[in-house]
């Protein structure tokens, strides 16, 4: 079977600290991708990364960074010093390489404060 | 990526009514989907739109209550038939192509029944 799972529901920082969202997923398929979505509150999802399964390097842009263990089945995805406009809801999802559907998390609500 | 315009942003309908909601691609796409997203929930697919033929329903969703057209590579619209209140939700339409590993997202249509 295959599953995302996206633990914390909600969370809530103050503007400047770090932010770590956690993912994990499972699947029996050795070729599978991996993405994190954003959607503000205006609804729309923004793509924001995607990772291949054999492709363990971690990415890093700008403020955004993403740490794939395939040893822990994980994918999380790390905000520096986040800001205000980072509020939103973010979603891991999996997607393997027989089939053109995704696997969605089920978010995480990110609050950050001024 | 592609640019997906989806009409209309938002709308409120009277229970019992339909609402066709419309998915227009800047360019060619092999794949078109349609995505549910119930309030605070995450997304779930409702169909694949094939060109020239029937779309793919997902379990659970039926074409009576989801009937979706996609007449040519860049257009597709997906009916809520027989709205009932537990339609309201976020509806997005998700295009990809078959080099394409990560899909674009519409911007989405929130519904509201009332």
């Known amino acids: 079977a295959q599953k995302v799972t996206q633990a914390q529901t909600e969370i809530s920082v103050v503007e400047k600290e770090d932010v770590t969202l956690d993912c994990v997923y499972e699947?029996?398929?050795?070729?599978?991708?991996l993405f994190w979505y954003k959607q503000p509150p205006s609804g729309e999802l923004v793509f924001l990364i995607r990772?291949?399964?054999?492709?363990?390097q971690n990415e890093i842009s700008g403020r955004y960074s993403w740490n794939f263990q395939k040893s822990t089945s994980s994918f999380n995805f790390t905000i520096t010093a986040s800001q205000v406009v980072d509020s939103a809801v973010y979603f891991c999802?999996?997607?393997?390489?027989?089939?053109?559907?995704?696997?969605f998390g089920t978010g995480t609500r990110l609050k950050v404060l001024a | 990526s592609a640019v997906i315009s989806q009409k209309p942003s938002r709308d409120i309908c009277q229970r019992g009514t339909s609402l066709t909601i419309q998915c227009q691609v800047d360019?060619?796409?092999?794949?078109m989907f349609w995505y549910r997203q119930q309030p605070g929930q995450s997304l779930t697919l409702i169909a694949t739109?094939?060109?020239?033929?029937?779309?793919?329903?997902e379990s659970g969703f039926v074409i009576d209550k989801f009937p979706i057209s996609r007449p040519n590579l860049t257009f597709s619209t997906l009916t809520v038939s027989n709205m009932s209140p537990e339609d309201s939700s976020i509806y997005l339409c998700?295009?990809?192509?078959?080099?394409?590993?990560?899909?674009?997202f519409g911007s989405g249509t929130r519904l509201t029944v009332v």
């Open positions: 699947t029996r398929d050795t070729t599978y991708y």
């Open positions: 360019s060619q796409v092999t794949m």
């Open positions: 739109a094939n060109q020239g033929s029937e779309a793919t329903y």
């Open positions: 990772r291949n399964s054999f492709d363990e």
């Open positions: 998700s295009v990809g192509s078959d080099v394409s590993v990560s899909y674009t």
């Open positions: 999802a999996l997607r393997t390489s027989g089939t053109y559907k995704y696997i």
